[in-house]
């Protein structure tokens, strides 16, 4: 039984929970006081994976990752607290962005160091079972996939490519009317502004379309996410384009130097190619699972 919250550069999905209602997260002994109990954190699954791939390496709450081998697939895993890790845990601790960072950094370097040793299918961050015994269940349930996922990404990576261009918009203050325009005037002129800003908006939606078409060209398989706000990312400029894309490892320099050449061609537009990262984007490893 797992629970699961996904993050990704391109943003936030809802993964599926099913946490049995009828399991106790601590236990009191007799006569003696609550015993901790400890789940299984389920980082992602690998082929060809093996303990001394990971022999050193740790993953969240410092805790040391393990594999487990089951019907030809390897699933990397760490002992996790339940008391933090488990339902309730989870509930609380996903509202905690210092938390999440934490976690989200220390799954993502398991996740890169099984990227760099095997061919990976990533999974949700905060996928927790009870047991090894549910990791070894989920493996069985998701058999099938996982051996069309793995022969899909082997040999791939994926590439994130972000779009800006110049910040849409001109700014107003009370002095823009200027001496002596009138009030009609001033209207007219907002008018005006407003019906730039939206072309512009419009304009640079094309270009992004067109781009993502070209790079999607180039790559296995691409995805397309909103564009993320600058006040959350920070980025500078106004992202029209936010997308993934897989790509065979051989190709991953042609793309680059193709999305240079897409960026050249079009003034006013920036590209920022990052990667190559473990596929997130095309894994689906366990979405809609119960």
């Known amino acids: ?7 990704r550069t391109a943003g936030s999905g809802s993964g599926s929970r099913s946490w049995s209602r009828a399991a106790s997260w601590s236990r009191v002994s007799a006569g003696g006081p609550a015993v901790t109990e ?18 050193g390496l740790t993953g969240v709450a410092g805790a040391p990752v393990r594999v487990i081998e089951h019907r030809r697939l390897a699933a990397a895993v760490s002992t996790v607290d339940l008391a933090e890790f488990g339902e309730e845990g989870l509930r609380r601790n996903l509202e905690d962005l210092g938390w999440l960072e934490t976690v989200a950094r220390a799954h993502n370097r398991v996740v890169a160091r099984v990227g760099e040793v095997a061919t990976c299918a990533p999974l949700r961050l905060a996928t927790v079972c009870l047991d090894d015994d549910s990791v070894r269940a989920k493996l069985d349930d998701w058999h099938g996939d996982l051996e069309q996922t793995l022969a899909r990404l082997a040999g791939r990576v994926e590439l994130g490519v972000k779009g800006y261009t110049d910040a849409v918009g001109v700014a107003a203050t009370a002095a823009a009317t200027g001496v002596g325009e009138s009030g009609t005037a001033y209207l007219m002129r907002r008018r005006q502004e407003t019906t730039r800003r939206a072309e512009a908006a419009d304009a640079a939606a094309e270009v992004a379309d067109g781009v993502h078409a070209e790079l999607a060209g180039r790559a296995v398989a691409s995805r397309r996410y909103p564009p993320q706000e600058q006040r959350l990312s920070g980025h500078e400029g106004h992202m029209v384009l936010n997308a993934t ?15 240079e050449r897409l960026a050249k061609e079009r003034p006013g537009l920036r590209l920022e190619v990052t990667g190559p990262w473990s596929p997130y984007s095309f894994a689906d490893v366990g979405t809609g699972s119960t």
């Open 38 to 55: 400890y789940g299984t954190y389920f980082y992602a699954v690998g082929r060809p994976l093996v303990p001394d791939d990971v022999t």
């Open 245 to 259: 894309y897989l790509v065979d490892r051989s190709r991953e320099q042609d793309l680059r130097t193709f999305a």
């Open 1 to 7: 039984m797992t629970a699961s919250s996904r993050t």
